[in-house]
């Protein structure tokens, strides 16, 4: 007797899905292109735990980091969370470097003064050198930004999670696309602030 077809385990449930004999992890991932070519990839999984067990040297031949996150849904849950520390901290370098800029300061020394402080973080290690060099090609385009950041707000609205940053910074993402920013890097949400201000923050 043939099982269930491609077409209809899609639209199951994961108890429909337990019943048919079927296992299903979500597993989305973090890295960008970089981390694809260089086998670099953090793997956010969610599912059965057994499932998890049986299939996690799949994960680990593809990616140098894998977590089991909880049951099925929490590698999506875990991606928009990852999606949107990483959009609003865009954002907020986008703005610094902006007022860098606008006040006369050297925004190459501000990038490698508030890098070794506190405000340290992956944004400003690997993209704003960039940023400042006017380099936007995509290690992960702007339009994937923007609807990782659409999937977080409605995750929040479904889960009554406040996201007033969130929404700010979605709206950044959709002036980017609304501007044919969509297939640069999604550091260059910055050129929504430049082209408010008439003025880029870059090297001279």
């Given at each position: 007797?043939?099982?269930?077809?491609k077409?209809h385990?899609?639209?199951l449930?994961?108890?429909?899905?337990?019943?048919?004999?079927?296992?299903?992890?979500?597993?989305?991932?973090?890295?960008?292109e970089e981390?694809?070519k260089?086998g670099?990839?953090?793997?956010?999984?969610?599912?059965?735990?057994?499932a998890f067990?049986?299939?996690?040297?799949?994960?680990?031949?593809?990616?140098?980091?894998?977590?089991?996150?909880?049951d099925a849904?929490?590698?999506q849950?875990?991606?928009?969370?990852?999606?949107?520390?990483?959009?609003?901290?865009l954002?907020?370098?986008?703005e610094?470097?902006?007022?860098?800029?606008?006040?006369?300061?050297?925004?190459?020394?501000?990038v490698?003064?508030?890098?070794?402080?506190?405000?340290?973080?992956w944004?400003?290690?690997?993209?704003?050198?960039r940023?400042?060099?006017?380099?936007?090609?995509?290690?992960?385009?702007?339009?994937?930004?923007?609807?990782?950041?659409?999937?977080a707000?409605?995750?929040?609205?479904?889960?009554?999670?406040?996201?007033?940053?969130?929404?700010?910074v979605?709206?950044?993402?959709?002036?980017?696309?609304?501007?044919?920013?969509?297939?640069?890097?999604h550091s260059?949400?910055?050129?929504?602030?430049?082209?408010?201000?008439?003025?880029?923050?870059?090297?001279?």
């Open positions: 007797m043939l099982g269930p077809s077409e385990l899609e639209h449930s994961e108890e429909e899905l337990a019943e048919a004999a079927v296992s299903m992890l979500d597993a989305p991932i973090s890295g960008g981390g694809a260089d670099s990839l953090s793997i956010i999984v969610g599912g059965s735990r057994v067990d049986a299939h996690a040297s799949l994960f680990e031949a593809m990616g140098s980091t894998v977590t089991y996150c909880g849904g929490s590698g849950i875990t991606k928009a969370c990852n999606q949107i520390v990483v959009g609003c901290t954002q907020a370098v986008s610094a470097l902006v007022l860098a800029q606008r006040a006369g300061a050297d925004v190459e020394a501000v490698d003064a508030i890098s070794g402080g506190a405000a340290g973080c944004a400003l290690r690997e993209r704003a050198p940023v400042i060099c006017g380099n936007f090609e995509p290690g992960f385009f702007a339009s994937y930004q923007y609807k990782d950041l659409r999937i707000t409605a995750a929040g609205e479904e889960y009554g999670s406040p996201m007033p940053a969130t929404s700010v979605h709206e950044a993402y959709k002036a980017m696309e609304t501007s044919g920013y969509g297939r640069d890097d260059a949400v910055i050129k929504v602030l430049e082209d408010t201000v008439g003025e880029t923050a870059r090297i001279k």
